[in-house]
C-alpha cells in the first residue's frame, strides 16, 4: 500500500515542487550524489578510493522535445571524458525514455548508439537501465541491435518481477551479453508482473544463477543480504570465473552491506546518481523502504 501510495505520489506535481526546492534539507542526498558533475566526481573518487566501482546516472527520465534529448546525450559524453580524464573506475547506465524513447525510438537508439562510441574512444562501457514494461521491448531491441552494431561494450537489465523476464534471458544468452540483475522498481500490472515478493526472490535467484552459468558477464544488483549471500556460494560451489560478475548496490543504501561485500573481496560497483531531477529516483528509494520514509519525514519535521 505504502509503496504504491509513494510511487504514484511521484506523480503528484506539487509535492514533487515542494520536495525538490527542500532537497537537500528533506535527505535527497543521502541517496544522490549532488546536482552538479563536479560535486558527482568527488563521489565518485571517494568511491573509488574504498574499493568500490561506480555507474554513473543523470538523472532525469522522459524528456520534452529532441533537443533534450540529445543534451542528454552530450552531457553523457562529458561525464565519460571527465572519466578517461581522472582514471576513473566508473561507467555510465543510461535510461533510454531521457535519450528520447517516447518521443522516438530511432532518437534514442541513435543518442545511446552515440554515447556507447564516445564511451568507446577510452574504453569505457554503457548500460541501458530497465525502465516500466511499455518500454522492455523497444529497450531489448534497441540492446539487441547495438550489438549487432558491434558495440559489444554495452549491456541492459533485466527485471525479474516480469513473468517475461525468464524467456527473455534465453533470448539473449546467444549474445553472451552483458546482463544488470535486478528484482524490478515500477510499479506493474498483476497480468504480466509477479504480485508476490516472494515469488519474484525465488525468480531473482533463478535468473542469477542462469547468468552465471551460461551468460557473458552478470550484475547482481540489490541489497538482498540473502540473495547475495546465497549468489557468493552459488560462485564458490560452480566456480564462476572472477571478472564475469560482480555485485551492484545503489548509492546510500546499506552502506554497511556494501563495505561488507567489497571487504570480503567481491567485486562492488554503487549506482551513483547526481543532477537536478532527481525526484522521481528519490521517491521510487523511498518506496522501497518505510524506514526511508520516517527518515525523510523526520527531516522534514527538523527543519
Ligand atoms: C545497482 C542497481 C541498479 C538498478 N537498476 C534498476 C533498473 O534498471 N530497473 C529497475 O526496475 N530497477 C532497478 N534497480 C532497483 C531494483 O529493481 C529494486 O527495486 C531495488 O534494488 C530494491 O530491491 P532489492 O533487490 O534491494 O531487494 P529488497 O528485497 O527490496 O530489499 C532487500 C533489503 O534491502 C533493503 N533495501 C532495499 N531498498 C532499500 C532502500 N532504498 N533503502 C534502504 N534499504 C533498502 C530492504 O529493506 C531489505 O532489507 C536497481 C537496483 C540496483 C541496486
Known amino acids: 500500500m505504502l509503496r504504491a501510495a509513494l510511487l504514484s505520489a511521484a506523480g503528484n506535481r506539487g509535492l514533487a515542487r515542494f520536495v525538490t526546492k527542500h532537497g537537500r534539507r528533506l535527505g535527497a542526498y543521502r541517496f544522490v550524489a549532488g546536482e552538479t558533475l563536479d560535486e558527482f566526481m568527488r563521489v ?58 517516447a518521443i522516438d525510438r530511432d532518437l534514442a537508439s541513435s ?3 552515440a554515447v556507447a562510441r564516445h564511451a568507446g574512444l577510452s574504453g569505457n562501457f554503457v548500460r541501458i537501465d530497465m525502465e ?3 518500454h522492455t521491448d523497444a529497450t ?28 527473455d534471458l534465453e533470448s539473449l544468452l546467444d549474445l553472451s551479453p552483458n546482463l544488470r540483475l535486478v528484482k524490478g ?4 500490472p498483476v497480468e504480466i508482473a509477479f504480485p508476490n515478493k516472494r515469488d519474484v526472490d525465488k525468480a531473482y535467484v533463478g535468473l542469477i544463477e542462469t547468468s552465471l552459468l551460461r ?5 547482481i544488483a540489490t541489497h538482498d543480504a540473502a540473495v547475495i549471500e546465497h549468489s557468493i556460494e552459488f560462485i564458490r560451489s560452480k566456480r564462476v570465473r572472477e571478472g564475469t560478475y560482480e555485485f551492484q548496490m545503489l548509492y546510500g543504501v546499506r552502506p554497511r552491506l556494501q563495505a561488507d561485500v567489497a571487504r570480503r573481496g567481491h567485486a562492488l560497483r554503487l549506482a551513483v546518481p547526481f543532477g537536478s531531477q532527481w525526484y522521481p529516483y528519490f521517491m521510487r528509494r523511498l518506496a522501497e523502504r518505510p524506514a526511508n520514509v520516517a527518515f525523510f519525514l523526520s527531516s522534514m ?3
Open 140 to 167: 531489448l531491441a534497441i540492446y539487441r541491435s547495438l550489438r549487432a552494431r558491434g558495440q559489444h561494450k554495452t549491456g541492459t537489465v533485466l527485471q525479474a518481477y516480469l513473468y517475461r523476464t525468464a524467456a
Open 132 to 134: 516500466q514494461s511499455a
Open 301 to 303: 519535521w527538523r527543519g
Open 215 to 219: 551468460g557473458g558477464f552478470t550484475a
Open 44 to 101: 565518485v573518487a571517494s568511491t573509488n578510493a574504498a574499493g568500490m566501482r561506480v555507474a554513473a546516472g543523470l538523472l532525469g527520465e522522459d524528456v520534452a522535445d529532441r533537443a533534450a534529448a540529445v543534451a542528454v546525450a552530450r552531457e553523457y559524453e562529458t561525464v565519460l571524458d571527465r572519466f578517461a580524464a581522472s582514471r576513473a573506475n566508473a561507467n555510465v547506465a543510461l535510461k533510454l525514455t531521457h535519450l528520447g524513447l
Open 185 to 188: 522498481a515500477y510499479l506493474e
Open 111 to 113: 543518442n545511446v548508439e
